[in-house]
């Protein structure tokens, strides 16, 4: 099994950067691709980003392509979630998940972390 905690949540202003982290926790016999996905009160759960444990590949949504970028580092089990010039519509409860093979399904996430709250005011 694994544990996903996120953090590095908070209020900024638009324009301004923020990064999450993912860190998972437990043991496991292999590894995990993971997805970043965010939630706003009263819309759908959105992909926003993934990336494979093995292979470095990485996708993400085209509302945050060019302002957005993930990375890993296995020797500390965390996912990074590099949020650059923010906007309102961020605005969002983040979630890091983990699943055999990237998707930008929530479905085929079988853990999910906590949340993490990001607010981009003005």
């Known amino acids: 099994q694994v544990q996903l905690v996120e953090s590095g949540g908070g209020l900024v202003q638009a324009g301004d950067s923020l990064r999450l982290s993912c860190a998972a926790s437990?043991?496991?016999?292999?590894?995990?691709?993971m997805g970043w996905f965010r939630q706003a009160p009263g819309k759908e759960r959105e992909f926003v980003a993934a990336?494979?444990?093995?292979?470095?590949?990485?996708y993400f949504a085209d509302s945050v392509k060019g302002r957005f970028t993930t990375s890993r580092d296995n020797a500390k089990n965390t996912v990074y979630l590099q949020m650059n010039s923010l906007k309102p519509e961020d605005t969002a409860v983040y979630y890091c998940?983990?699943?055999?093979?990237?998707?930008?399904?929530?479905?085929?996430?079988?853990?999910w972390g906590q949340g993490t709250q990001v607010t981009v005011s003005s």
């Open positions: 998940a983990a699943s055999s093979w990237p998707s930008d399904v929530p479905e085929k996430y079988a853990y």
């Open positions: 437990g043991r496991t016999f292999s590894s995990y691709a």
């Open positions: 990336i494979s444990w093995s292979g470095g590949s990485t």
